[in-house]
C-alpha cells in the first residue's frame, strides 16, 4: 500500500517540475531586464522568483525520485537526469542566499557575475530538461537520426508489403513505442527491432513463433482494458481490432519474421483485407474495417445501458468481452481458440446482452450449428468469426435473419455452395470469408472450367 501512495506521489513530477521552470525563467528575464532603465525595478523580484524556483525544484527532486522507483528507465539517463535536477537546486537556493543581506555581509557578487551564474543556471536547467525528455520520449527524440529519418514509401500492393517493415513495426511503433525504447524500457523490454521483441522482458520473450498465446505482447494487448496488465497502459489509445488480428496472423501464421513480402508468405488471404485497410490502399480489401469502424453511422436498435453483470460474468468464465462504446453500448466478445467452454454455461449470460454484441469471435472451439442457435438473439451483431469450427451448412439458418450482420469468417468450416446460396437471401451480408472450404473449392473449379473454355 505504501509502494502504491508513492508510485502515485512520484506520477505529480511532470506536474510539478513545470514550476521551477517558470519561476528560474522569470528570475533570469527580470535579471536581463534590469540592465535596462525602463525595467531596472524588476531586479528587485528576482530574489523572490528564486525561492520560489529554489523550493519548488527541491520538491521536483523529491516527486522525481518517488518516480524513478517504478524503474524501468535507462540508468544512465537516469542518473544524469538526477544529479543535473539536485545541482540545479542547489545552485538555485545559492543564488538565492546572494541576494540576502547576511550572506552580502560576507560576500557581496558583482551584477556582472550574479548574471553569469544565473545564465550558467539556465543552461543546466535546459540539460535537465534535456534528459526528462530522453527518460520520457527515448533518447533519441531530439537528435540528428529522428531529423535525418525518412518514412518508407508505401508498397504499392498489399503483396508487396513487407509484413514486419511496413505494417507491424509501425503499429508497434506508434502504440507501444513511447514506453518501450531506449531511455525507457517499461518491463525491460524494447520495442525497436524484432530482435528485441524476440529477447523479451521481465516477463519473458515478447513474441514467440507460431504461438501467440504463449507470447506476452499478444496476451497483454487482448487482455481486458480494465486489467492492470492490458498495454498500452495509462490511458493510451489501443490498438484496434484490425491491428491486433494483424498481430496475431504475424506471430501465428507468418512465424514472427521480418524481411518478407506478404506474397511470400503462406496462407495470406485471411489477412490481406486487414492490412490493405491498415495501409489504406483501397480497393475491396480495404473494406475490411478496425476500430474505427464504431464511428459509422450507429445502428438505433442498440441498447444505450448493458448488463455488467452479465459481462463480468462472461469475464470470469475467461471470455474477453471488450466495450466498444459506451453510449449505446457496443460489445467486441471473444471465446478464445481451444477454450473448451460449453456454449450451454453461456448462453445464458449471452442472452442478457445479446442486443449488445456487435462483434463475436468465436473461433477454433469445436463448435457446431446445434451450438451456434442463439445466434438468432444477436439482432444487431454485425461482425462474426466461426472459421476452424465444424459448422455445416445449417449455419446460414442462424445467420439469414440478422439484419445488420456485415461479415461473416467461415475459413476451414463444412460449409459447401448450399450455405452461400442461403445467405445471399440476406442483403446485409456483405463479405464471405471461405478459404479451405467445400464452398471455396467449387468456386475455384468453375473458375478454371470456365478458363479453359474461353
Partial sequence: MLLNIFTFAGRLHPLIVHLPIGFLLLAVLFDVLGYTKKYAHLRSAVPLTLLAGFVMAVLACVFGYLLSLGG?????????????GIALAVIAGVLYLLTTRRFKAVFTATPVLFSVLLAGLFGLMGYAGHQGGNLTHGNDYLSLAVLTHRERPKPASVAQAMIYEDVVHPILEQKCGQCHRRGKLKGKLSMEDLQH???GGKSGPA???GKPDESELYKRITLDPAHEKFMPADGKPPLTKKEVEIIHWWIAKAMATAGKQLAQLKDNAAIQPQVAAYLGLGGAAAEEEGAGSIEQHLNPDIPANVDMGAVNSLRSKGLMVRIMLQHPAMLDVTLPAGSGK???DLKNDLAKVAKNIIWLNLSDNNLTENDLAFLDQLSNLEKLRLEKNPVADGISDHLVTLQHLEAVNLNETKI???C???LEK?????RVYTWKTAAAAKANANTETASITN
Fill in 420 to 422: 452461400l446460396a442461403r
Fill in 72 to 84: 524501468d528507465y535507462n540508468r544512465i539517463t537516469l542518473k544524469h537526469h538526477k544529479v543535473a
Fill in 207 to 209: 513474441v514467440v513463433p
Fill in 342 to 344: 460449453s456454449i450451454a
Fill in 426 to 430: 440476406n442483403p446485409a451480408i456483405k
Fill in 197 to 199: 521483441l524476440l529477447k
Fill in 416 to 418: 459447401s455452395a448450399v
